[in-house]
């Protein structure tokens, strides 16, 4: 993890207590430091003004998914077929993700054959490409002010609660379900909720054409959609 290397290179760690970044006592700690660059990643806070003006210099986010904002990215792009899907370094500032733009780097991901997984393997290897690019640069030099956004450009929505990453197959034709599975398929995540037989269970694919051997066990259920039917394979409990 990065808070081990920092561990091995000798570097000061801090860790807030449930992530509370903006507490006090967090703050005090950051003011200590004296930093003059500030950089976040993936760190589940909006940040308030008194934390923004702690660095010197500048205080920056990677954010991914970008031009969506907000929670769910990766499902978001894949279930609504988004065009474009980048990797951005910018500035915070008191909105949500919508700070000057310094630069930019194209995930080249496709809505249509990418999973979560697959999705978020590219969002890393863009995040390295922005950090090398726009971020090490800085160092030492200043900062640009960046590019300002356009938020009628831009697509906000919060994070995905259980009930929105339930499948709905009344609603959904076999094509949206399918799309909607692979969306949530990663396996640090339990994935698409499905209700059969009074329990839930997790879907791992949707099979439009079903079994090669029309074959049927424990973790496969043929499930009817808006469009027709499907056979679901299930992940084992």
């Known amino acids: 993890s990065l808070k081990e290397l920092a561990k091995q290179a000798g570097l000061p760690v801090f860790s807030p207590p449930d992530n509370r970044i903006q507490a006090p006592d967090s703050l ?19 940040y308030g003004s008194d934390l923004i003006r702690i660095p010197s210099r500048a205080c920056l ?11 769910s990215i990766d499902p978001r792009a894949i279930v609504y077929r988004v065009k474009e899907y980048n ?17 930019k780097v194209n995930t080249n991901f496709d809505a ?5 997984f697959s999705l978020d393997r590219k969002v890393t290897n863009a995040g390295v490409s922005l950090l090398e690019k726009y971020f ?8 640009p002010a960046g590019q300002g956004q356009d ?34 398929r ?22 439009p054409h079903g079994l090669p051997d029309n074959r049927t066990s424990d973790d496969t259920i043929r499930i009817q959609f808006a469009d027709g039917a499907a056979m679901c394979i299930l992940k084992p409990n």
């Open 28 to 46: 005090t700690k950051l003011r200590e430091w004296a930093p003059t660059l500030l950089l976040t990643v993936q760190f589940p806070a909006i």
């Open 61 to 71: 986010n990677v954010h991914r998914g970008w031009p969506l904002r907000g929670g």
């Open 87 to 103: 990797v951005i370094l910018h500035h915070i500032d008191k909105g949500i993700d919508t700070g000057a733009i310094i630069g």
């Open 112 to 116: 249509d054959t990418d999973d979560g």
């Open 136 to 143: 090490i640069p800085l160092l030492g030099r200043p900062v």
């Open 151 to 184: 938020r009628s450009a831009t697509s906000y929505e919060g994070k995905w609660d259980s009930e929105r990453r339930t499948l709905k197959p009344n609603r959904m034709t076999v094509e949206q379900a399918e799309r909607f599975v692979r969306a949530l």
């Open 186 to 207: 990663h396996p640090r995540e339990e994935g698409a909720r499905l209700e059969t037989g009074g329990t839930w269970r997790f879907v791992q694919s949707i099979l």
